[in-house]
């Protein structure tokens, strides 16, 4: 079961951490992914990392400005958010899969919680 949460309203050139908090004994052997859904648009893909947090990837959209990484004693993934655009508002997604490939369609992910919503305003 995943938990997400740390959304809310900032402005732009603002910061946020979301966090997504993981139940279960074997978190380490799951990758674990963001994405995110903005309005009458398709859910993409955010940024993922690996069980052991060796490995990430990040949307080209992203790069530099967000931050993935996991504390796998506390079971939770972090999103750090930095420079947020208008264009970043949407509603984040964790998801989970076991093994270690980074997909980047959501479709080959198999575990998601509920959303966390990221306003952006101009």
């Known amino acids: 079961q995943l938990q997400a949460s740390g959304g809310g309203l900032v402005q732009a050139g603002g910061s946020l951490r979301l966090s997504c908090a993981a139940s279960g004994r074997t978190f380490s052997l799951y990758a674990v992914g963001w994405f995110r859904q903005a309005p009458g648009k398709e859910r993409e893909f955010v940024a993922a990392i690996s069980g052991a947090g060796g490995t990430t990837s990040y949307a080209d959209s992203v790069k530099g400005r967000f931050t993935i990484s996991r504390d796998n004693a506390k079971r939770t993934v972090y999103l750090q958010m930095n420079s947020l655009k208008p264009e970043d508002t949407a509603v984040f997604f964790c998801?989970?899969?076991?093994?270690?490939?980074?997909?980047?369609?959501?479709?080959?992910?198999?575990?998601w919680g509920q959303g966390t919503l990221v306003t952006v305003s101009s």
């Open positions: 998801t989970a899969r076991s093994g270690s490939h980074l997909y980047t369609d959501a479709p080959n992910w198999n575990f």
